[in-house]
């Protein structure tokens, strides 16, 4: 998450608010393995927080 400019608890209700249900442990095999779709999930995150 800090990669995308944004604490993780940022990430974490960004991706709440945008209805995304992935646990932790789902999140960092992810973020290891598929850089390019943890950066749209950052991505959706951030435009989930900008919408309220």
Known sequence: ARQHD????QFMHGL???GV???R???AD????DADTFRRFADRAREALAAG
């Open 6 to 9: 944004m604490s993780y608890s």
């Open 16 to 18: 709440q608010l945008a």
């Open 21 to 23: 249900e992935l646990d």
């Open 25 to 27: 442990k789902i999140l």
């Open 30 to 33: 992810i973020a290891v393995r």
